[in-house]
């Protein structure tokens, strides 16, 4: 492969550089907490995008249901509407299994193993297996993300899952357990995530037994959390992996921009260049109708809305997430011109 030394990690020690952080800070606590304000008046009435049912479970939820959590990369939170629903994790698990398989293997090898380019597919894409010689494309679509469920550290299913459940926890900041009945309802229907394990088995990218592997990314999927819980996860990446709010060092910063380009690349599926040409911000959505995005430097945003566009992402929690994005100058890709007489450069 031409792309090798690519491949490698830095050759040098990136946390010892200056100043990493390329942005700044989130405007004054009124202006946020008045933004959020805004956004949820704003949207809360939208009835468009359906609740999604291939889990069964998943029907049962309120197209109602909207709730949003701006945590800032200080800890302190804003919220409204709908933050005490617990739902299933579902998709937005993903990019924070990525994270904990990069901490355990380093990012290099991981992005050897799983891949970081978008499939240009929808989320349970076989024909993306198929058209890519590479097999798994990225991390957080069901091949990849299986992929990387596979290489969680530990010899037996039990002991992988406990380092998922445990990492999962201490993006959140509290000990995060699995909505028994969600994890049933996938486990009793998820035959298509079972044949993508036994694909990528066949084609030697999945890295642990299929059917064990399909099931600890089942309950990884099943974890019940609130829309809180997924900003403080949103900001843990948004402040080079330590959680804002318990001082919990999860991944290193190395890892956590490595996660945060995945995102980018991907996080949305087929509909990841849309949403960076719109929000400018890593995001990452799940069928339950949660959505994390991260402003580095400056704090995590979730929001909570179970109706869905075609590919999967809450429509309620796309509107409001581009409302915040704009309103609060999260954008990465924005820049005004410097003016002459300032700085060196
Ligand atoms: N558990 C779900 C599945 O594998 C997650 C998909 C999603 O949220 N997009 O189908």
Redesign the pocket.
């Known amino acids: 492969m031409t792309r090798l030394s690519m491949h490698e990690q830095l050759p040098f020690d990136e946390d010892a550089t200056a100043s990493p952080i390329s942005t700044g800070d989130l405007p004054q606590a009124e202006e946020v907490r008045a933004v959020v304000t805004e956004a949820y008046e704003r949207y809360r009435s939208n009835g468009d995008g359906e609740v999604a049912d291939y ?1 069964p479970v998943l029907a049962q939820a309120s197209p109602d249901w909207f709730g949003i959590s701006v945590v800032g990369a200080r800890g302190k939170s804003f919220e409204i509407g709908d933050v005490a629903v617990t739902f299933s994790i ?2 937005v698990s993903k990019p924070f299994v990525f994270a904990l398989v990069c901490e355990a293997l380093g990012y290099g090898e991981a992005r050897r193993r799983l891949g970081v380019n978008s499939t240009g597919f929808p ?2 894409s076989l024909m993306a297996v198929e058209l890519n010689t590479d097999r798994t494309m990225n991390p957080l679509v ?1 091949a990849g993300a299986l992929a990387a469920t596979s290489l969680a550290p530990g010899a037996t299913a039990q002991e992988k899952w406990e380092l998922i459940r445990q990492g999962m926890s201490r993006f959140a900041g509290r000990e995060l357990s699995v909505d028994e009945q969600v994890y049933a309802s ?1 486990s009793a229907t ?1 035959l298509r ?1 079972q044949g993508i394990a036994h694909l990528l088995e066949s084609y030697g990218r999945l890295y642990f037994d299929p059917d064990e592997a399909t099931d600890i990314y ?1 309950r990884q ?1 099943s974890l019940d959390v609130s829309v809180h819980d997924l900003a403080v996860m949103a900001a843990t990446l948004a402040n080079g992996g330590v959680n804002p709010v318990t001082g919990d060092v999860v991944v290193g910063r190395g890892v956590c921009r490595r996660v945060l380009a995945v995102m980018a690349t991907a996080g949305l599926y087929e509909l990841s260049g849309d949403w960076l040409y719109e929000v400018g911000m890593p995001g990452k959505s ?3 109708g949660g959505i994390v995005t991260v402003a580095p430097g400056k704090g995590g945003l979730a929001t909570f809305s179970p109706p869905l566009d075609p590919a ?1 992402n809450s429509v309620r929690g796309q509107l409001a997430t581009k409302y915040l994005a704009e309103r609060l100058g999260l954008n990465l890709f924005a820049s005004v011109a410097a003016s002459r007489d300032r700085g060196t450069s």
């Open positions: 889990i579902q998709s989320f349970d069901n996938e998820n995530n089942t999927c799940g069928v339950s999967g």
